[in-house]
């Protein structure tokens, strides 16, 4: 198979390789539109002189010359997955190699507990860890932290019933709150909703 030049600068690439390893996917997308390859990043003074200058396989070389005039030689932004609704943690994709990262902001109450935990052990996923039905959507972390203190509790509910131990359920007023058993007593203590529940009883 032929090389192909680069639009931009000249630079023969084989064909082949360009689309196997040498370029990442996204230079390779912007190489076959002529937006430059790695080498000129898109800064060039190459002009084109025959049909095999311009020369892409089965392409319409006609595209092809006018997407180098639109098209700057940028990496893309990696596309947001999801953000979690309580600490603002989103999984995104890389561009570079199509994998899925955590990307925490700064000052996030999670960026510790990524940078020690999930980080080394890369378990980005594609879904949160929870949709409640509420919508909101929470990462592994504040799945598994009291919204009122932030100690860790060990089990997770979803309909206000108790699971296993009893560690975690959620307010009665409230089903998107996760509580440990502590902090719900305290919160209970303050509200109505024990009464509530009593009159609920009657």
Known sequence: MSDIKCLVCGEPWN?????HGDMLPWEYELFRQGAG??????????EP????????????LGLRMEARRDIPW???????????????VT????????????????????????NSH????GEATEEPAHVFEG?????????SRCDECGREISSLIETGDVYDDGASFNHPQDWNSRLCVDCLESLCDECECQEEEEEDDD
């Not at 064909?15 to 689309?19: K, L, R």
């Not at 999984?91 to 899925?100: I, M, S």
């Not at 999930?118 to 052990?121: D, Q």
């Open 15 to 19: 064909a082949w390789g360009a689309n």
């Open 37 to 46: 390859c790695p080498c000129c990043e898109g800064k060039g003074d190459f």
């Open 49 to 60: 002189q025959t049909i095999s200058d311009i020369y892409f396989g089965d392409e319409d």
């Open 74 to 88: 940028r990496r893309p932004e990696p596309p947001v997955l999801w953000q979690c609704d309580g600490c603002g």
């Open 91 to 114: 999984v995104v994709r890389n561009p570079d190699d199509n994998e899925l990262e955590y990307d925490v902001p700064m000052g996030a109450k999670c960026r510790q507990w990524y």
């Open 118 to 121: 999930a980080f080394w052990r």
């Open 135 to 143: 919508g909101q959507r929470v990462c592994e972390f504040c799945l």
